[in-house]
């Protein structure tokens, strides 16, 4: 079911660019554009490829003097079939699943605004459409494991997408609020469309939210005005500051609606949703203007616009006031796709590692007989094992909750584990690559690789859809909203899963490690309770990583508790429990969270206020 390739994950034996001297920013890239047109190499194209090894050749009889350049000689890491090659994935699935240019006038001096991307970007959505990415999670083949199929698919495409997976978050999205609107008559047609798996039907959308102040705080923060109009639909007006997939076919997007006096109600309670086409039936924009695009570190292959929306016609979809409310099930879902990506850059990272460590000759053997290198390679798979176990987790209660399976504990699991999960990940997948860069030596720090491009985009995914202290108060939101139900079910979850290793002495040193770990989580909530509402608030993001790391210890310890678990399942268990599991007890014990060192904080990082004198 798995094992078919997407064009992109072809590796060509006839583009080595390392082995020839080429660059890999045109090898890699022109190697993935060949593959996804479906364009073998020609016997002209094999030609040019010898001459290129023979000029090398040359270059290396040639004096060092004369020569123009010189040319390193490491073989470049080529990895297969990425489901096959993954281990964990597919012993996860055995045991789970039942059987970019800115045109802004054209040549006449009108102003058109066309946003121009590359063949390869297109093809990935058409490769989008034909393998139904996002029609998966709504067709519901698989029922309660339609979303765990979809997460698996979108793990093995990502790294290799170019960034498509961006849109395809929010095209998910956007989905998934029709859908928990009722599916609106109004709104069909676009859902049939973002849910398609016909190429030329497949709709993209975006996500229009940030506006010039920035930021996650929207209620605050959204300046654009709604007026409605004779026909009951309205014209937005406003400056979007930072739009994501500027290129997609519709996206949903916040504004207030100005009364008859053109009066607008501030805070949350006035922000209501809209959804627009991007374009009309002419392929015009729909009184859109671009005003430039985004300079970003990364996912430079991406389109991310700032616009001006200039009467753009939209569909109220909310009730009025309750946009904030509504967008909750996207944001779910685009931090469940952000997850998905940072376990996919954790993995791809590794790959390319492993694969380099069988080819890399240093001190007069293999990288992969240095200990310490391998040492470090293991850590770093370590991680990434418990990172692929949370997205899973987080999958598999999302399809019970779609298929109406799911418990009230499973629900408000995947409330509090869903920005447990997106934060932790994205600091790990952070962490993770650069670490894995470092695996390469100089070459791992240079452009032509390509590896920077993925440490880049990787980046991105601490910050987008909420940064690491955004989620960590929305994690204390939902225990607050669940009045401590959520964590109640958080201990009896995790107890379950580790009762099952009860019979597997191997891992009786971890069951014990998360045994203490428990106790003092507990420990430490007691005592918080007992303090301020500003000491959870500053023991928040320490708590989020509590969260994070225990219950994946306990999902690491699930799956090495199986009858046919390897002796490397087992020994990632006991690996991750030998990290600290619960650093927030740790800092409560040194009172981090108390008054006295939060000013100390803002000492720390501004100095001491200067003394006043009395005059």
């Known amino acids: 079911m798995f094992a078919r390739r997407l064009p992109l994950w072809r590796s060509s034996a006839t583009c080595k660019p390392w082995q020839m001297g080429l660059s890999l920013r045109h090898g890699w890239e022109r190697c993935q554009a060949w593959s996804c047109r479906g364009v073998n190499t020609t016997a002209e194209q094999g030609q040019q490829v010898s001459m290129q090894q023979n000029q090398v050749l040359e270059d290396l009889e040639m004096p060092v003097v004369r020569r123009e350049t010189e040319n390193l000689f490491q073989e470049r890491p080529e990895t297969g079939n990425q489901y096959l090659e993954d281990a964990l994935l597919r012993s996860y699935l055995k045991a789970h699943l039942p059987p970019k240019v800115l045109e802004e006038y054209d040549a006449w001096g009108q102003r058109v605004d066309h946003i121009i991307t590359c063949s390869a970007w297109k093809r990935m959505k058409e490769i989008s459409a034909e393998e139904g990415l996002i029609a998966e999670a709504y067709e519901r083949r698989y029922s309660n494991w339609s979303r765990v199929h979809q997460a698996v698919k979108l793990y093995l495409f990502s790294t290799t997408s170019g960034g498509f997976n961006c849109p395809l978050a929010m095209t998910d999205g956007a989905a998934k609020v029709i859908e928990s609107l009722g599916m609106p008559a109004s709104l069909k047609n676009a859902f049939d469309h973002l849910t398609s798996r016909d190429p030329k039907k497949f709709w993209t959308s975006g996500q229009w939210m940030t506006e010039r102040r920035g930021g996650s705080d929207v209620a605050n923060g959204t300046e654009t005005v709604a007026r409605k109009q004779p026909d009951g639909t309205y014209r937005l007006y406003g400056f979007k500051w930072f739009t994501s997939a500027a290129d997609s076919d519709v996206t949903l997007t916040l504004a207030r609606i100005a009364d008859a006096e053109g009066h607008v109600k501030q805070g949350s309670s006035g922000l209501s949703l809209f959804f627009l086409k991007v374009r009309d039936e002419d392929k015009k924009l729909n009184n859109i203007r671009v005003q430039r695009l985004k300079d970003k570190l990364g996912t430079r292959q991406m389109a991310t616009a700032e ?309």
């Open 307 to 615: 616009l001006w929306l200039d009467g753009a016609e939209a569909e109220l979809i909310s009730a009025e006031g309750r946009g904030v409310a509504s967008i909750s099930n996207m944001l779910n879902i685009t931090r469940i796709h952000n997850v998905i990506g940072a376990v996919a850059s954790m993995r791809r990272m590794i790959s390319l590692s492993r694969e380099y460590a069988l080819k890399r000759v240093v001190f007069g053997k293999l990288l992969k007989d240095h200990p310490l290198h391998m040492q470090t390679i293991a850590r770093m798979e370590v991680q990434t094992r418990g990172a692929f176990l949370l997205l899973m987790e987080i999958a598999r209660l999302l399809g019970l909750a779609e298929t109406n399976m799911a418990s009230e504990q499973d629900q408000l699991l995947l409330r509090l584990l869903v920005p447990v999960a997106k934060l932790y990940t994205g600091k790990q997948a952070s962490a993770t690559v650069i670490e894995a860069m470092e695996c390469f030596g100089g070459q791992g720090y240079m452009e032509d690789t390509g590896l920077p491009v993925i440490v880049r985009d990787t980046l991105v995914l601490s910050i987008w859809e909420g940064t690491t202290n955004i989620l960590s108060l929305d994690v204390l939101r939902s225990l607050t909203k669940s009045q401590g139900q959520v964590i109640a079910v958080f201990f009896s979850t995790v107890q379950k899963k580790i009762e099952l290793a009860s019979s597997t002495a191997e891992l009786e040193p971890a069951v014990k490690q998360m045994q203490a770990a428990i106790s003092r989580l507990t420990q430490f909530i007691q005592g918080a309770g007992s303090k301020e509402a500003m000491t959870m608030e500053l023991a928040a993001r320490d708590f989020s990583y509590s969260l994070a790391r225990i219950y994946a210890g306990a999902l690491l310890i699930e799956h090495a508790s199986r009858p046919d678990a390897s002796a490397e399942d087992i020994s990632a268990a006991r690996r991750w429990c030998n990290q600290e599991l619960c650093p927030v007890a740790t800092e409560f014990k040194n009172r981090s969270y108390e008054a006295e060192e939060s000013l100390m904080d803002s000492s720390l990082v501004y100095g001491s206020p200067p003394s006043t004198s009395r005059l």
